[in-house]
């Protein structure tokens, strides 16, 4: 049962895979035309960062599945992120979940238990995107308007979410939708806590990673603290947009809107595409390496 439940995992990250090498080449002008245009010192390093925010959120992964009581390597906990990253590009909104949820398995976790680490994973990777997005606010308010409001409201609610029954409750309703217990047992707040400030590095990581994008195709000098609110709040809405593979269309839209440091909506828009195209390549080349990785380490248990 497990080894299908592999291959149920793979076969959604390979046919995610197939949609990244689609979108690719469907945009690939797009990604030649802001390639010559971009300060390609800016790109490289955007990629470097991109990869390093990534794999932060990949080892969150790791930490909040241990947590959970889940038993897997590192290396195989890697396979099962990038591979699972994969199905959110794959139309329906809910194959990123159901790839790690069955690759989880392997870590010795029922169907519900995999699934329920691997909601409650992405919930805390996102709290931590609220959290980010807040301090930015804090940092330097005098360029996002009255957002602050609102996020004066949604992270005091975001630690609270953290508070282990408020995520029993949510383990339990996981339960109930799969007529069988989740067998997890909720960390403690401080563990939650701590689960989430992991994460938080990640978020700043794929910021910057936009904000080096902006330098590179805007010369006006983009502020960096309005670059990486925008990001952030333009992932998490591409995140609430669950029909949309990927969030596709949503976060750039969300980006240009409040990337209001940049010179133009032209220019943002520009910006958010070429961000776009950097986290696909990292995605696909991510899952490219981990697969290699487990193929070489498979081949020398044999």
């Known amino acids: 049962m497990k080894r299908r439940a592999r291959y149920l995992g793979l076969l959604v990250g390979v046919v995610g895979f197939f949609f990244v090498a689609r979108d690719l080449v469907r945009d690939w002008d797009s990604v030649i035309a802001s390639a010559s245009a971009a300060e390609s010192e800016y790109l490289a390093g955007s990629f470097i960062v991109a990869a390093m925010g990534m794999l932060t959120i990949a080892l969150g992964w790791h930490r909040c599945l241990v947590a959970l009581g889940g038993r897997v390597p590192i290396k195989e906990a890697l396979h099962q992120y990038f591979i699972g990253e994969l199905g959110k590009y794959v139309p329906g909104g809910v194959w990123s979940v159901v790839a790690r949820g069955e690759l989880a398995r392997n870590a010795g976790l029922s169907r519900v238990s995999s699934y329920g680490a691997t909601l409650v994973s ?172 487990a193929r070489r380490s498979t081949r020398s248990s044999l």
Do not use: Q
């Open 122 to 293: 992405i919930a805390i990777a996102y709290l931590a995107a609220i959290v980010t997005a807040g301090a930015t606010v804090v940092l330097d308010g005098a360029v996002i308007d009255s957002s602050w409001m609102v996020l004066a409201v949604l992270v005091p609610i975001s630690l609270l979410a953290l508070h282990p029954r408020a995520i029993g409750m949510g383990l339990n309703i996981i339960s109930k939708i799969g007529r069988r217990p989740a067998e997890l047992d909720p960390p403690s707040w401080g563990t939650a806590m701590r689960l989430m400030l992991f994460h938080v590095p990640a978020w700043v990581a794929i910021g910057t990673a936009t904000w080096l994008v902006a330098l590179s195709l805007d010369g006006t000098g983009p502020t960096f603290t309005n670059i990486l609110f925008a990001a952030v709040i333009s992932w998490i809405a591409g995140l609430l947009a669950v029909p949309v593979p990927g969030g596709i269309g949503v976060r750039e839209a969300v980006f240009v809107a409040l990337a209001t440091s940049l010179s133009s909506a032209g220019v943002a828009a520009a910006i958010a595409i070429t961000s776009r195209l950097l986290f696909v390549l990292v995605d696909a080349g991510s899952a490219v390496v981990v697969s290699l990785v």
